[in-house]
């Protein structure tokens, strides 16, 4: 790896991973060559970017101690709040960089999404993004039929969480890193689309390789709850807005622990785990 993109490889890393995400490296014009024109990212082919994702950690190394300590304005999504703080906080570690981060929910007004998030995952050799074209003489007929990556550590067990690219920096010499290939054969890849479009609630097409690890059973019933009852869920309420608002238009929401006796299941959301996984999500 060339020793410029080693450095801010590092640099993001140090940012990031501490709270459950991987930073894998990629040139644009790799990304733009897989799609057609209306998806391209307007940048030269030589720009550098990264891709960030997160892993089971995530949960507890990120979200709940953001949860514990941040003000959400406005409040939509928590998972993608938390993350679009952290991501904020790689531009701050590199105040010398033009940076633009575009997050994986991210969409153009025609709601073109911003980024293929399982596109470029595949393209950084993060995860291997299994199609109907990679399975010979597949059995669906007129069925449509979405694709799905795979980790080779953690299989379903990880979420794309957007990109992070740097308008002048080129990398020109920076060689293509391919995804590990983790479901080869012609069975297991149509097992695995299978699950993935007629059975994800179940999980299982999750476990198209064994993970280091999956998902805690917290971990799932968030993801598995309708985002409306999330809150409630976490045990958390929306409070009144700030009368400190620093800016009229966009009001503080803060978050607060509901008061009246959470049990011991509603406390333990907000409590990261004693001893974090090893290993660093919808």
């Given at each position: 790896?060339?020793?410029?993109?080693?450095?801010?490889?590092?640099?993001?890393e140090?940012?990031?991973?501490?709270f459950?995400?991987?930073?894998?490296p990629?040139q644009?014009a790799w990304?733009?060559?897989?799609?057609?024109?209306?998806?391209?990212?307007?940048?030269?082919?030589?720009t550098?970017a990264?891709?960030?994702?997160?892993?089971?950690?995530m949960?507890d190394?990120?979200?709940?101690?953001?949860?514990q300590s941040?003000?959400?304005?406005?409040?939509?999504?928590p998972?993608?709040?938390?993350?679009?703080?952290?991501l904020?906080?790689?531009?701050?570690?590199?105040?010398?960089?033009?940076?633009?981060?575009i997050?994986?929910y991210e969409?153009?007004?025609n709601?073109?999404?911003?980024?293929l998030?399982?596109?470029?995952?595949?393209?950084?050799?993060?995860?291997?993004?299994?199609?109907?074209?990679?399975?010979e003489?597949?059995?669906?007929g007129?069925?449509?039929i979405?694709?799905?990556?795979?980790h080779?550590r953690?299989?379903?067990?990880?979420?794309?969480?957007?990109?992070?690219l740097?308008?002048?920096?080129?990398?020109?010499?920076?060689?293509?890193?391919?995804?590990?290939?983790?479901?080869p054969?012609?069975a297991?890849r149509i097992?695995?689309?299978?699950?993935?479009?007629f059975?994800?609630?179940?999980?299982?097409?999750r476990?198209?390789?064994?993970p280091?690890e999956r998902?805690?059973e917290e971990?799932?019933?968030?993801?598995?709850t309708?985002?409306?009852q999330?809150?409630?869920?976490?045990?958390?309420t929306?409070a009144?807005e700030?009368?400190?608002?620093p800016?009229p238009?966009?009001?503080?929401?803060?978050?607060?622990?509901k008061?009246?006796?959470?049990s011991?299941?509603?406390?333990?959301?907000?409590?990261p785990?004693?001893?974090p996984?090893?290993?660093?999500?919808p």
């Amino acid at each position: 790896m060339e020793p410029r993109v080693a450095e801010l490889k590092q640099k993001i890393e140090d940012t990031l991973c501490p709270f459950g995400f991987e930073v894998y490296p990629f040139q644009v014009a790799w990304y733009n060559e897989l799609l057609p024109p209306a998806f391209h990212l307007s940048l030269p082919g030589p720009t550098l970017a990264f891709l960030i994702l997160s892993t089971p950690a995530m949960f507890d190394q990120a979200l709940k101690p953001f949860l514990q300590s941040c003000h959400l304005k406005p409040l939509t999504d928590p998972v993608d709040q938390c993350v679009a703080y952290h991501l904020s906080r790689v531009k701050e570690s590199l105040p010398e960089l033009q940076i633009e981060v575009i997050a994986d929910y991210e969409v153009h007004p025609n709601r073109r999404p911003k980024i293929l998030a399982q596109t470029a995952a595949h393209v950084a050799g993060a995860a291997y993004y299994y199609q109907r074209q990679d399975v010979e003489a597949d059995p669906w007929g007129t069925k449509h039929i979405s694709g799905v990556c795979v980790h080779p550590r953690f299989g379903g067990w990880f979420a794309i969480r957007g990109v992070v690219l740097l308008p002048g920096i080129e990398v020109p010499d920076l060689l293509p890193r391919k995804p590990h290939d983790c479901v080869p054969t012609r069975a297991d890849r149509i097992a695995l689309l299978e699950g993935f479009n007629f059975h994800w609630r179940d999980w299982t097409y999750r476990d198209a390789v064994t993970p280091q690890e999956r998902y805690s059973e917290e971990q799932k019933a968030y993801f598995s709850t309708p985002p409306s009852q999330r809150l409630a869920l976490l045990g958390l309420t929306q409070a009144s807005e700030e009368p400190s608002s620093p800016s009229p238009d966009i009001p503080f929401i803060t978050l607060t622990k509901k008061s009246q006796n959470p049990s011991r299941a509603t406390r333990s959301w907000l409590s990261p785990r004693v001893s974090p996984p090893s290993s660093p999500g919808p």
